[in-house]
């Protein structure tokens, strides 16, 4: 198999894989009984600046927002979501991260027909690879690499 082909196929089972997490996790939560999220990042060492922003705000499902944000932001992005029920006292407080923050972590953001095939889940239980970008020790360049999680213990 050629490397384009490997990487066309790799890219349509993250399309896919993505899309069928989105469409389980909206059949699972009914938008009109929850129609709420809190983001919810991992606060370690490695979050970079635009999620700690986003981290704990509450946004509306359905919304241009929602769409926008749903998502991972960038490679590695580990962004989780906490459902809040209508009955909830709890209202939405989300507002646009500073362009700065944008432009220097969320390149899945500033341009999202480019990245779109890559936006799935970081966490291992949502997806079946970690994506990684790696200097390619023959030509020097930088490639992209899937390496799949199948078969680990546990699965």
């Known amino acids: 198999?050629?490397?384009?082909?490997?990487?066309?196929?790799?890219?349509?089972?993250?399309?896919?894989?993505?899309?069928?997490?989105?469409?389980?996790?909206?059949?699972?939560?009914?938008?009109?009984?929850?129609?709420?999220?809190?983001?919810?990042?991992?606060?370690?060492?490695?979050?970079?600046?635009?999620?700690?922003w986003l981290n704990g705000r509450i946004i509306r499902r359905g919304t241009p927002e929602w769409e926008r944000y749903r998502l991972p932001s960038h490679i590695n992005c580990r962004r989780a979501f906490a459902y809040v029920p209508a009955d909830s006292d709890e209202e939405p407080d989300f507002a646009e991260?500073?362009?700065?923050?944008?432009d220097k972590h969320g390149h899945f953001l500033r341009d999202p027909e480019r990245y779109e095939e890559l936006r799935a889940p970081a966490f291992a239980d949502r997806r079946q690879f970690i994506y990684r970008r790696i200097k390619d020790p023959v030509t020097g360049l930088l490639r992209s690499v899937l390496e799949w999680l199948v078969g680990r213990e546990g699965d």
């Open 1 to 52: 198999m050629t490397p384009d082909l490997e990487q066309a196929l790799r890219g349509a089972a993250s399309v896919a894989y993505t899309e069928v997490s989105n469409l389980a996790e909206d059949l699972s939560l009914p938008e009109d009984e929850y129609p709420l999220a809190q983001i919810v990042e991992v606060l370690d060492d490695e979050l970079c600046d635009l999620c700690a």
């Open 97 to 102: 991260p500073p362009q700065s923050l944008i």
